[in-house]
Antibody, heavy 120, light 110 residues
C-alpha cells in the first residue's frame, strides 16, 4: 500500500528555521516525483515545487523559488521541505504528494498534511 | 488570484447532477491534461479525475470529467451528502513551467 507519512505539527517563531518531512513507503521511492503543496488558512491549493528522488532533479514554482528548499534522501525514502528563516505568512498546512510526472499535476497519493504555525 | 478559474460555490439536492467548471488558457488547459481533486475539510485532497476524464480505481462512476478548448468541467451525478467538500482542478502551465490549481469550488448538498 502506497503511503506518504508527514511529520507532525510545528509552532515556530519568525526568523527560525524549519524542516518538515514526508516519508514514502509501499512503492519504489526513486520512481516518482514528490511535490509540496501549500494551503493557507481558508484558502486553496498552491504548488510549491517538486523533486525526483532518483536524481534529485528539483523544480520550483516562481512564487516559492528562493523561499524554500526541497530535498530528498533516497536511503530513508524521505522528502523534505526546508525554510531557513520563517515568516508569519508561512503559517499554513503543507501537503506532500506523489506524481508520475514533474509538472502535470497528477498527484495520486497525498500525505496527511503538516500544520506549520509561525507566531511571535 | 488563481491561474485557473472556478466558481467559488456550487450546490444541489440529493440525486441531482451538478457540474463544476474550470477555465484557463492556451498555456495550461488548452494544451495539457486536467486533474480534479476532492478535499473534505480537515483532510488531504484526493485524486478524483486524471488525464481529463479517467477515474482512479475506487472513484464511483458518478464522477466524470471533460475538457474542451481552454475549459474543463467535472460532473457529479446522483449527488450524495458525502460529496460535500471542496473541489479543485489542476493542470500544467507551459508559460509558468509548473502546476497550477483552480481556486476551488465548495460543494454543498442541500
Amino acid at each position: 500500500e502506497v503511503q506518504l507519512v508527514q511529520s507532525g505539527a510545528e509552532v515556530k517563531k519568525p526568523g527560525e528555521s524549519l524542516k518538515i518531512s514526508c516519508k514514502g513507503s509501499g512503492y519504489t521511492f526513486t520512481d516518482n516525483w514528490i511535490a509540496w503543496v501549500r494551503q493557507m488558512p481558508g484558502k486553496g491549493l498552491e504548488w510549491m515545487g517538486t523533486i525526483y528522488p532518483g536524481d534529485s532533479d528539483t523544480r520550483y514554482s516562481p512564487s516559492f523559488q528562493g523561499q524554500v528548499t526541497i530535498s530528498a534522501d533516497r536511503s530513508t525514502t524521505t522528502a523534505y521541505l526546508h525554510w531557513s528563516s520563517l515568516k508569519a505568512s508561512d503559517t499554513a498546512m503543507y501537503f506532500c504528494a506523489r506524481s508520475e510526472y514533474a509538472l502535470n499535476g497528477d498527484f495520486d497519493y497525498w500525505g496527511q498534511g503538516t500544520q506549520v504555525t509561525v507566531s511571535s | 488570484q488563481s491561474v485557473l478559474t472556478q466558481p467559488p460555490s456550487a450546490s444541489g439536492t440529493p440525486g441531482q447532477r451538478v457540474t463544476i467548471s474550470c477555465s484557463g488558457s492556451n498555456s495550461n488547459i488548452g494544451n495539457n491534461y486536467v486533474y480534479w481533486f476532492q478535499q473534505v475539510p480537515g483532510t488531504a485532497p484526493q485524486l478524483l479525475i486524471y488525464k481529463d476524464n479517467q477515474r482512479p480505481s475506487g472513484v464511483p462512476d458518478r464522477f466524470s470529467g471533460s475538457r474542451s478548448g481552454t475549459s474543463a468541467s467535472l460532473a457529479i451525478s446522483g449527488l450524495r451528502s458525502e460529496d460535500e467538500g471542496d473541489y479543485y482542478c489542476a493542470s500544467s502551465d507551459d508559460s509558468l513551467r509548473g502546476v497550477v490549481f483552480g481556486g476551488g469550488t465548495q460543494l454543498t448538498v442541500l
